[in-house]
């Protein structure tokens, strides 16, 4: 019986995405995210956070509410963005960084940006920081622990 519970284990753990116990995410990836970092001036171990946090690094992720790819786009989000195939990789890390950045600018601190990306920025510009839902605190501790260990890797 423990031998089985052990073999099961193993199995599930082949499943999970290499980055989720450990690993550096596909070189694609990387290589996708440091274009999008010099093209919108965003440090890539923030983009790299984002996207373990949001689809755990699957590009065919999608989300109950619709978002979908590396950094879970809304289709109208993606479309405003310039992203004609969310399931291209640079595509949606491009558009998603590029969205990350006018959060970042529209609000003016990488926190709030990150509020805006989860919540949206309607919610975030209606209710404010003081109302963000336990959702979005969670989310923002996973980023930051993310962007602390990917931060190791790429250095400012």
């Known amino acids: 019986m423990n031998l089985l519970i052990v073999i099961i284990g193993v199995f599930l753990l082949s499943l999970l995405p290499m980055s989720a116990h450990g690993h550096m995410p596909d070189q694609r990836i990387v290589n996708a995210v440091e274009v999008a970092a010099n093209a919108y001036d965003i440090e890539p171990a923030l983009i790299l956070a984002v996207i373990q946090t949001e689809s755990s690094f699957r590009p065919h992720a999608k989300s109950p ?75 923002l501790e996973v980023v930051n622990r993310h962007y602390t260990h990917y931060s190791k890797e790429y250095p400012k």
């Open 65 to 139: 509410q619709g978002a979908q790819g590396l950094m879970q786009l809304m289709p109208r989000t993606a479309v405003l963005m310039g992203v004609v195939d969310v399931w291209n990789i640079e595509q949606n890390i491009m558009g998603g960084t590029r969205y990350l950045s006018e959060m970042m600018e529209m609000f003016g601190s990488t926190r709030q940006a990150l509020i805006a990306y989860n919540w949206g920025p309607g919610n975030l510009i209606k209710k404010g920081v003081s109302d963000i839902p336990q959702e979005t605190k969670d989310y």
